[in-house]
């Protein structure tokens, strides 16, 4: 029982890279979110997808971006990396209506330098 | 715009004592309620979640929290806190009107729980 897989665990990068982070899920949830959580802050929506083909933004959806192209897997891309997205970011899945359970990944901790 | 508060940053108890950690919730359509629990360099887990019916929900862990629709609040309660309770805690809603929990999880900033021996 996977449940949501986040990788990697944690990562460095300098300013002006770029990478993605990988999220996968196995429970064919429907509902995929990208959270960042910064200290003191909560955790912030960046970017949310309903399913396979369909994304939208959250909150704080600058300097990232997603994809879709499977159910199972939504990867967050940060294309220039800067300082400011040095943060923990949560991957999550949902079946979505009336039951409205989420589960969270693990993490990954970003640091850009 | 719809938001949680959550008016502590940090609280202190003494082991054994109980607790009661605060949450409000902004105006709008029914609310869903949930209170996670992150321990230090984890990640969130699930305590309890209020959708409808009885506004005192159980939770695992010994915790409880009651549904106030005219104090727009969700406090979380525990009748004696243990060492191990030490942790960051987060209020987070999603309102009935978004299409199913589509648009995700609004998080409250988080309570710091610190347990004195």
């Known amino acids: 029982n996977a449940g949501v897989t986040q990788t990697p665990k944690f990562r460095i990068l300098k300013i002006g890279q770029s990478m993605t982070l990988q999220c996968a899920q196995d429970?064919?949830?429907?509902?995929m979110y990208w959270y960042r959580q910064d200290p003191g802050m909560g955790l912030k929506l960046i970017y949310y997808?309903?399913?396979?083909?369909?994304?939208d933004k959250g909150e704080v959806p600058n300097g990232y971006n997603v994809s879709r192209s499977t159910t199972e897997d939504f990867p967050l891309r940060l294309e220039l990396a800067a300082p400011s997205q040095t943060s923990v970011y949560f991957c999550?899945?949902?079946?979505?209506?009336?039951?409205?359970?989420?589960?969270f990944g693990s993490g990954t901790r970003l640091t850009v330098v | 715009a719809q938001s949680v508060t959550q008016p502590d940053i940090h609280i202190t108890v003494s082991e054994g004592a109980s607790l009661e950690l605060r949450c409000n919730y902004s105006?709008?359509?029914?609310?869903?309620l949930f209170w996670y629990v992150q321990s230090p360099g984890q990640g969130l887990q699930l305590l309890l979640k209020?959708?409808?019916?009885?506004?005192l929900v159980q939770g695992i862990k010994g915790f409880e929290a009651e549904f106030k629709r005219s104090q727009s609040s969700f406090n979380l309660r525990k009748p004696s806190v243990h060492w191990s309770d030490a942790a960051e805690y987060f209020c987070?809603?999603?309102?009935?009107?978004?299409?199913?929990?589509?648009?995700?999880?609004?998080f409250g900033k988080g309570t710091h729980l610190i347990i004195q021996p």
């Open positions: 999550a899945s949902s079946y979505g209506g009336s039951d409205y359970g989420y589960t």
């Open positions: 429970m064919n949830h429907n509902y």
């Open positions: 997808s309903v399913g396979a083909g369909i994304t």
């Open positions: 105006y709008g359509a029914t609310p869903y």
């Open positions: 209020y959708f409808s019916g009885d506004t």
């Open positions: 987070a809603v999603v309102w009935g009107n978004s299409g199913g929990g589509a648009d995700g999880l609004t």
